[in-house]
């Protein structure tokens, strides 16, 4: 992840968050869409969950430059995953959704190399997500 790719994933999550309850309904009809057996494990109200996972998206991205220091809460994040249920093979088609939601947000203004900084920046967090799932190290708060 080069400082460039941060600075696009920064300004493109800028403007995707200015629609942030279209974006966030995109995402999970696509979600349900092509993975429609993930449905189930979503037990609460979906629109409150998109707000929740806006937010949490909006957290990572402001702190891309410093990721060592949220690493501590996304293995939290990860670890009540595992709680929902969700699985290893799931983090690539929520990837797929993400870029599908921000692509189809940004519209003409989506390039290849936004592509290529969302995809690097979503590898390293779906990488720390499966290993915070995986590890049976102490659960932070
Ligand atoms: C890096 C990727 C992901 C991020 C940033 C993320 C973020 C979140 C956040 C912020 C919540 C709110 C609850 C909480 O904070 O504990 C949540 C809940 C949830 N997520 Fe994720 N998530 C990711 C990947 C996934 C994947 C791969 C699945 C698999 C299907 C999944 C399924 C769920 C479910 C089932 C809930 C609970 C929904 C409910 O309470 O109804 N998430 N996620």
Known sequence: M??????LVKETWGFIIAKSDKAGDLFYTRL?????????????????QARKLM?????IVTKLDKLDVILPEIKSLAQ???????????????????????KTGMDDRWNAEIEAAWIAVYKVLAAAMIEGQDSSTRQVA
């Open 2 to 7: 080069s400082p460039q790719q941060i600075k």
């Open 32 to 48: 349900f869409e092509v993975a429609p057996g993930v449905k189930p494990l979503f037990k609460n109200d979906i629109r409150l």
């Open 55 to 59: 937010a949490m998206v909006t957290y």
């Open 80 to 102: 009540r995953h595992k709680k929902y249920g969700a699985m290893k093979d799931h983090y690539a088609v929520v990837g797929e959704c993400l870029i599908h939601t921000l």
